[in-house]
């Protein structure tokens, strides 16, 4: 090769770098979230002693949620004493209104102040939420302005076969068919084996997946994938949460049982900072 040639290669190659260099270094950072999932927990007087003891310190806007059953939603919002704590809901329904007894309309979640809904959890799924209704919850949070947090995972049989991946690809693709913008698209890793069981995934078990599911979210949305939420569930404690948080692809948690308790909880938004 002359000489003439190798400075043109090098030339462009140095441009093509810059450039991708400057969109990289264009792109927000990742959010965290730390996410209390209460599940059919609480009551008034308990949400209110765990709102008095919470000790979170420092910028946490935007990075710590509480899901509690629905009727606590407008008691909870009231008691926070600034918007710094976002408030999500458990689940929601795909209409807009109508004849669904026992449902609850995105819409009237957006007018109390939720930023957030769980959709998918395995615990709604096993009573008949099925991949189309997942779908179409998504659909329905992300038309209403609220950020979908989007649970996966395999069961403990799954795993032994070998059927992880596969499992956590296709729930992956199924909730975000048709769903043109991910940019407020949030995907929780929660393996069924794990949830309430003490048995959380080691770290570096929870990242293979976690990368999973971002090389899943970059080959059909692109480079947006770089900034999607991937949370870890399942077993999440004040005693693991700092060895989960220091994986690459581990962007926070959401935790049930541990997120009962205000300094438990507390401790973990810390181990996210
Ligand atoms: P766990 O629940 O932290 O009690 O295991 C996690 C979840 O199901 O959201």
Not at 53 to 67: A, F, M, N, P, Q
Not at 227 to 245: D, E, F, R, T, W
Request: glycine share 8%; hydrophobic share 40%.
């Amino acid at each position: 090769m002359n000489h003439t040639v190798k400075s043109y290669i090098s030339t462009i190659v140095r441009e093509v770098i810059q450039s991708e260099l400057e969109n990289i270094t264009h792109l927000p950072t990742r959010r965290k979230l730390v996410v209390a999932n209460w599940k059919m927990n609480m009551n008034v007087a308990s949400a209110t002693s765990f709102v008095e003891r919470l000790s979170i310190t420092g910028d946490t806007s935007g990075k710590v949620v509480i899901c509690p059953p629905f009727p606590l939603i407008y008691p909870l919002r009231a008691m926070l004493p600034d918007s710094s704590i976002s408030i999500g809901a458990q689940n929601v329904h795909w209409e807009d209104s109508g004849a669904f007894t026992g449902q609850v309309s995105a819409n009237l979640l957006k007018e109390l102040d939720c930023k957030y809904v769980l959709i998918g959890h395995s615990e709604v799924r096993e009573a008949g939420e099925t991949d189309g209704m997942v779908n179409q919850k998504v659909k329905q949070s992300v038309a209403t302005g609220i950020d979908p947090i989007i649970c996966v995972g395999e069961t403990h049989k799954q795993r032994e076969q070998g059927k992880t991946n596969e499992m956590v690809k296709g729930q992956i693709l199924k909730a975000l068919s048709k769903v043109d913008d991910i940019s407020n698209v949030i995907i929780a890793y929660v393996p069924i084996w794990a949830i309430g069981t003490g048995l959380s995934a080691e770290p570096e078990q929870a990242q293979v997946v976690h990368h999973v599911i971002r090389e899943t979210l970059h080959h059909s949305f692109g480079e947006i994938a770089e900034q999607v939420p991937i949370l870890y569930g399942g077993s999440v404690n004040q005693k693991n949460a700092h060895s989960l948080s220091e994986m690459k692809d581990i962007d926070g948690a959401l935790v049930g049982g541990a997120s009962l308790d205000a300094e438990n909880f507390s401790t973990i938004v810390h181990a996210f900072e």
